[in-house]
């Protein structure tokens, strides 16, 4: 079992650079997948970015792919989520989740979750 802590959301202008935390405590954080989703007022919570145990493998949603990067550092137990380039359409909350069987990208395969944290975006 993990507990996942994310940080780092706030308010951000147009075209700015954010970077969220996912702090992990509990099991070894190595063994598992790591992704982030985002859910805006109203609608559905949607895939970001994912990334494999050791870094090897990182998926991104085509609507951050080029803006975002997900990293992770398994000494430190955080997964991050650097976001440049941030639109108002990027409005959301954010959160991180992880599984230790799960690789691909369906919020339905992740059993831990984070209580989110808000990134808002102003034009």
């Known amino acids: 079992q993990v507990l996942l802590v994310e940080s780092g959301g706030g308010l951000v202008q147009a075209g700015g650079p954010l970077r969220l935390s996912c702090a992990a405590s509990?099991?070894?954080?190595?063994?598992?997948?790591v992704a982030w989703f985002r859910q805006a007022p109203g609608k559905e919570r949607d895939f970001v970015a994912r990334?494999?145990?050791?870094?090897?493998?990182?998926y991104y949603a085509d609507a951050v792919k080029g803006r975002f990067t997900i990293s992770r550092d398994n000494a430190k137990n955080t997964v991050y989520l650097q976001m440049n380039s941030l639109k108002p359409a990027d409005t959301a909350v954010y959160y991180c989740?992880?599984?230790?069987?799960?690789?691909?990208?369906?919020?339905?395969?992740?059993?831990?979750w984070g209580q989110g944290t808000q990134v808002t975006v102003s034009s």
């Open positions: 990334i494999s145990r050791l870094s090897d493998n990182r």
């Open positions: 509990g099991d070894t954080f190595s063994f598992y997948t």
């Open positions: 989740a992880a599984d230790k069987w799960y690789i691909y990208s369906d919020s339905d395969g992740y059993d831990y």
